[in-house]
């Protein structure tokens, strides 16, 4: 399974972008997909997070102004990312958890994509 992210870039304060990450190979399902993202020197944080029915989460920071999404039947996730502020710039990385590719009931997990950076200027 690969995960391969896209959409990152540099934008304005108050610019949006949005992200996608596609997984590929032989996939069934994919129970969770998230974005996380990372500044230089400091932890990978979690950003967002969709199950596969579609249950989400959002950190404090980013709530009312990111919003993840997914297209199950492609195997992709997005990240819509709106108002955004130079304390967003960061790599973002996608994340997928519990994926099954064939054998019944085994689930594999700790699949990243190579992250793409997104820098927000004043």
């Known amino acids: 399974v690969q995960l391969q992210a896209s959409g990152g870039g540099l934008v304005q304060a108050g610019g949006s972008l949005r992200l996608s990450c596609s997984a590929s190979?032989?996939?069934?399902?994919?129970?969770?997909m998230s974005w996380y993202r990372q500044t230089p020197g400091g932890e990978r944080e979690l950003v967002a997070t969709?199950?596969?029915?579609?249950?989400?989460d959002h950190v404090d920071s980013v709530k009312g102004r990111f919003t993840i999404s997914r297209d199950n039947a492609k195997n992709t996730v997005f990240l819509q990312m709106n108002s955004l502020k130079p304390e967003d710039t960061a790599v973002y990385y996608c994340?997928?958890?519990?994926?099954?590719?064939?054998?019944?009931?085994?689930?594999?997990?700790?699949?990243w994509g190579q992250g793409t950076q997104v820098t927000v200027q004043e």
């Open positions: 190979g032989r996939i069934l399902y994919i129970d969770v």
């Open positions: 994340n997928a958890e519990g994926v099954r590719r064939g054998l019944p009931q085994k689930f594999e997990y700790g699949f």
């Open positions: 969709q199950t596969f029915d579609g249950t989400s």
